[in-house]
Every structure is written in structure tokens, then in C-alpha cells.
């Protein structure tokens, strides 16, 4: 089994890391800082783990409200990036800004290979042991260093902590929104 999930993202607030019904659906990909320079120059902090794909023309949308803007051109900087937008191109313009997260259209994320997943598509998925037992529902992925783990909610809303580790898994259906999983018990047998 290939690697289970890959990305990060911020959840929607439906809390099933998916959009509701014809609404689209943002992640965030780093937040903007203080303008730089007269120019309307911005530094912009990462926080994605695709920073090669913000490039000139890219597309994307800033704030809460999601204000469309492209990238007009990318700096490398101390701190990040200095980005330049096309719409907006003086410092008063840019200044509001301040503070504001950056998005992409989750619809305009490439493909991943098969069996590799973006944390936002599992976000959600109903989680189930090899027994058909059902375990709970996937609230978050906690990004610990050496595996991720799932912090998976059951239906008394108590929090199970489960290691994101592949021989742990045996399945992953993204489009019935269903893993299936080995018992913590099984694992501590081997």
C-alpha cells in the first residue's frame, strides 16, 4: 500500500473537510504579513508543502472572503515571499491584507498518485476495523514528525488517537467516504 495522505488543509465549516453541496471549498496555503516596500509588494508566510506551484498567472483567493487575485510576481525573502498581485499593486491597497490567510480552489489541486490522499479528503471518512466495527469519524490529522495520527471521534464523542501507519490500514475508499482499519489489539500482537 502506497502512502495513505499527503497535504495539509483547513477545514470547511460543515466539519466534514468537504464543501457543502455546490459550495467550493478553500485550502490554505500561507498567510500574508506586512506590505513590503512602496511598490504593493506583501510577504507571504508558507504553509503549504507545494511552494514550487505558486508561481506568476497562479490564481488565488485571500481572506475570509476569498478575494480572487493572481500572482503577478514571487521574491524570494527572508521570511517567506514577497508576492505582487495584478489586482492589487500600491501599498494601500495591499496593507488591508495584513494578516490574512491565502487560499487555492481545492478543485485546482493536481492529482495525486493512487493511493495518496490529501488530508482534507480524509477529513470526514468514517473509520471501521476489520471486524466491520465502526470505530468513529476522522476529525483532524495531527502531524507529529515521525506519523501522522488520526484523531478519530465515536459516536460518544470521545477522542481516539490512531497512528496513520500503513501496514495499520487495509483499506481506503475516499469515494464512499470509508477506512478500514487493523485493532490497535492486532498491531500490539506483532
Not at 496513520?164 to 483499506?171: C, F, S, V
Request: charged share 30%; net charge negative; aromatic share 10%.
Amino acid at each position: 500500500m502506497k502512502r495513505t495522505h499527503r497535504g495539509s488543509s483547513e477545514p470547511d465549516l460543515n466539519g466534514k473537510g468537504s464543501p457543502n453541496n455546490g459550495e467550493p471549498f478553500y485550502l490554505s496555503i500561507g498567510r500574508l504579513g506586512k506590505p513590503h516596500g512602496l511598490d504593493g509588494g506583501i510577504v507571504f508566510y508558507i504553509i503549504t508543502d507545494f511552494p514550487e506551484r505558486l508561481k506568476v498567472g497562479r490564481k488565488v483567493y485571500i481572506g475570509d472572503e476569498h478575494i480572487p487575485a493572481h500572482i503577478n510576481s514571487v521574491k524570494e525573502h527572508s521570511r517567506g515571499l514577497i508576492f505582487h498581485f495584478k489586482e492589487f499593486d500600491q501599498i494601500d491597497q495591499v496593507e488591508r491584507f495584513k494578516s490574512d490567510f491565502v487560499f487555492v480552489d481545492a478543485t485546482e489541486l493536481p492529482k495525486l498518485p493512487e493511493g495518496e490522499y490529501y488530508h482534507h479528503q480524509l477529513i470526514g471518512v468514517q473509520v471501521f476495523d476489520n471486524q466491520d466495527n465502526r470505530i468513529g469519524e476522522i476529525q483532524e490529522i495531527l502531524e507529529t514528525g515521525a506519523n501522522d495520527v488520526y484523531l478519530i471521534k465515536n459516536e460518544d464523542q470521545k477522542e481516539i488517537l490512531y497512528p496513520a501507519l500503513l501496514n495499520l490500514i487495509e483499506k481506503i475508499d475516499i469515494e464512499n467516504r470509508v477506512m478500514v482499519v487493523k485493532p490497535l489489539e492486532y498491531y500490539n500482537q506483532d
